[in-house]
């Protein structure tokens, strides 16, 4: 592919169809993640790595080399990657002495980063330790908050919409029924975060809608909030800036009223009401060469008589 | 199939009649039986959970006790949370209308009503080109083509344009020389060459097109290669490529015939210091004469109108600057990104000549 002055020409029809994908759309596809790791991580960090990547196949990679980088204070390195990988939400993970059992969630808007939270691991048990049945990958998860600290506080506020980010999968218009599994369940307390992914059973009750019955299954994290990157306003609102095309487009001069009656509305040109027909009057009608005048006519009449 | 009563009613029980009684015991049992049915799948929160079913979302607001986090019952009390959360979920979903797809019932999921930020942002929308413009102009309609044609030689359907296309001109394996045409050139050569240059051309129009819809700048008129040049142009290419030396022409030579070039002098003229004494006095007294007159050298409509089109365009600058404000940041990492590739690419040819140099500075 000729490069000048950063437009890429594709010249075959593989790689048009590959720069095509990576694209800018009007409807976006899944996003795709990145997990990685830092200079040093512990047995923790990388089972915990391991098990998010599981959750989140197939859309992530999991790199296996360390990566010597400090996302906080120099952030090119993960944008180089993000572009080259074109992956917009990345998680990294890191163990030292100051902040042990480091994971740090973030995402990208346009190859330059747009949020990170910083979240230390108090607690983990890990896919293996609990022996259940798992279903297959890939199952879209219905995602629960717990907490009104979700709502109130600005950082968390931001943090559930990364988490929501992160862990929905790929948007669908339909879903089947049979195969709601998947549960994760995000409570806040006292500036802790507690992530629970559970095994739905969806058990026989009286009527249509089924009993639920939760099995714990998958990892199961204990948070603890530490540092956090949050973009400027602006830069929230630009990301969130919708495409006009993808607006619903209105229908012009439709009302409707109160109960329902849906009311058009016709725009007509001026008539001369004058020259409008309104029923035929034999006697009326203008016959060829007779002048009407109503005047004369009895003054004629008069005089004969 | 039982129908679902909302509130107990209180019937009046008739002595005399004893079928009114039974009804009235049926259909309290019936209450009863749906009641305990509901039971399993209701659940009792204070605050309704707030739902946005496409995706699969629910957000809990009610108050959580500290004590019932305790390390012992945490599990289990994030259990039982986790389980009344999600039935209202469930509830919620099995409310959507449903639908049999291949043997499989499906619930048709709403629209999202989380706002979540892209991840590039919208895409702009690509300038016509000369051709679709030219189109909309006449209002040409695209006319959908078949993929296959009658190839009439071949007596087979092959492809409009690609491999092995139909009525291909240049794979005749005979071609009559016209009468007009000099016996001795080759004719086959001739239609594949003319073939190269329409390739040639298409491309260029394509690459003009894709410029023009980045705005990138092109050479000029007279500057690209063309079939036929005018002698305006390639006068012009002659001495654009003249002047692109490193002293600016000044030491090419000339072609013995070669006229200099014209409009190629000084863009303004200054008077010599010392010339014509009597022209130089009659300019430095009109000037007085206008200086001293009354009349008013500025055109009081022009000078207004220029000043409110300065405004205007000062406003647009200024409410472009503020929504720039917000890309600013955006705008200033993208320079910072893309200036970060030319400098990377500078200072590793700095850092590899300066390795070079070292070594015989060893010695």
């Known amino acids: 592919m000729t490069q000048l002055d950063g437009i890429v020409k594709p010249k075959t029809k ?26 040093n991580t512990s047995q923790i960090v990388t089972t915990a790595l391991k098990d998010i990547y599981s959750l989140k196949k ?25 572009k080259k990988s074109d992956c917009s939400l990345f998680l990294f993970g890191s163990h030292n002495k100051k902040r042990p059992n480091n994971f740090i969630f973030g995402r990208m808007f346009d190859f330059h980063v747009l949020d990170m939270f910083e979240l230390g691991i108090e607690k983990f048990i890990s896919l293996s330790q609990i022996k259940t049945s798992k279903f297959p990958e890939g199952t879209k998860p219905m995602l629960i908050f ?18 929501i980010d992160f862990f929905r999968g790929p948007t669908v218009p339909a879903v089947r029924l049979a195969g709601l599994e998947h549960v994760l369940h995000f409570t806040t307390l006292e500036g802790k975060i507690y992530m629970r992914s559970y095994r739905c059973l969806l058990k026989k009750s009286g009527c249509r809608t089924p009993r639920i019955e939760l099995e714990e299954i998958g990892p199961s994290f204990d948070f603890v909030m530490r540092r956090t990157h949050l ?66 006519e009895p003054k004629v009449a008069k005089v004969e008589s | 199939m039982l129908v679902f009563f909302p509130a107990p009613h209180v019937f009046h029980c008739e002595p005399t009649n004893m079928a009114a009684c039974s009804v009235e015991e049926l259909l309290a049992k019936a209450e009863q039986e749906e009641a305990e049915k509901l039971k399993s799948i209701s659940v009792q929160k204070e605050l309704d959970l707030e739902f946005d079913v496409g995706n699969l979302l629910a957000c809990d607001k009610n108050r959580i006790e500290t004590r019932d986090l305790r390390e012992k019952k945490r599990n289990d009390f994030l259990r039982a949370l986790a389980r009344d959360n999600t039935q209202l979920l469930i509830n919620e979903i099995w409310k959507l209308p449903t639908e049999r797809v291949e043997e499989v019932i499906v619930a048709k999921l709403p629209e999202q009503t989380t706002r979540l930020p892209r991840e590039k942002p919208p895409p702009k929308p690509k300038p016509p080109t000369k051709w679709e413009q030219f189109a909309k102009l006449k209002g040409i309609q695209k006319k959908k083509k078949t993929n296959l044609v009658w190839d009439e030689t071949a007596k087979e359907w092959r492809r409009r344009w690609g491999y092995k296309r139909a009525n291909d001109d240049t794979k005749d394996w005979l071609i009559e020389v016209p009468e007009t045409a000099d016996p001795n050139e080759d004719q086959f050569a001739k239609r594949n060459k003319a073939k190269k240059e329409r390739v040639a051309k298409n491309e260029l129009n394509r690459l003009r ?7 990138v700048k092109t050479p000029g008129e007279g500057l690209l290669p063309k079939a036929q040049q005018s002698k305006d142009e390639l006068a012009k290419a002659v001495s654009v490529a003249k002047t692109s030396t490193a002293s600016v022409g000044r030491f090419q030579d000339r072609l013995p015939k070669e006229k200099p070039p014209k409009n190629s002098g000084k863009k303004r003229k200054f008077e010599p210091l010392i010339g014509d004494f009597n022209s130089e006095k009659q300019k430095q007294l009109e000037l007085l004469k206008i200086m001293g007159s009354k009349t008013p050298k500025l055109d009081i409509t022009k000078a207004v109108n220029t000043q409110m089109r300065e405004e205007d365009r000062e406003e647009a600058a200024a ?17 910072r990104g893309k200036g970060k590739g030319p400098k990377g690419k500078g200072g590793k040819a700095g850092g590899g000549g300066g390795k070079r140099r070292g070594k015989p500075g060893k010695h």
Request: glycine share 8%; hydrophobic share 30%; aromatic share 6%.
């Open chain 2, 209 to 215: 097109n894709i410029a023009r819809a980045h705005k």
């Open chain 1, 14 to 39: 593989r790689s048009k169809r590959f720069l095509e994908s990576r694209a800018p759309k009007l409807i976006e596809d899944v996003k795709n993640t990145m997990i990685m790791k830092g200079g």
């Open chain 1, 231 to 296: 973009a400027s306003d602006d830069l929230y609102k630009l990301a969130h800036r919708q495409p006009k095309a993808l607006k619903p487009k209105k229908k012009k001069n439709i009302s409707h009223d109160v109960f329902g009656t849906s009311f058009g509305r016709v725009h007509m040109q001026k008539q001369d009401l004058s020259k409008l027909r309104t029923r035929k009057m034999k006697g009326l009608r203008k016959r060829k060469g007779e002048v009407v005048d109503e005047d004369q």
């Open chain 1, 58 to 82: 197939p859309n992530a990679v999991l790199y296996k080399k360390k990566n010597i980088t400090r996302p906080f204070e120099d952030s090119t390195s993960l944008e180089f990657f993000s």
């Open chain 1, 146 to 163: 717990a907490g009104e600290i979700f709502d109130t506080d600005n950082d968390y506020k931001r943090l559930k919409s990364l988490l």
């Open chain 2, 319 to 335: 409410r472009r600057r503020k929504g720039a404000g917000g890309k600013g940041r955006k705008g200033n990492t993208a320079g």
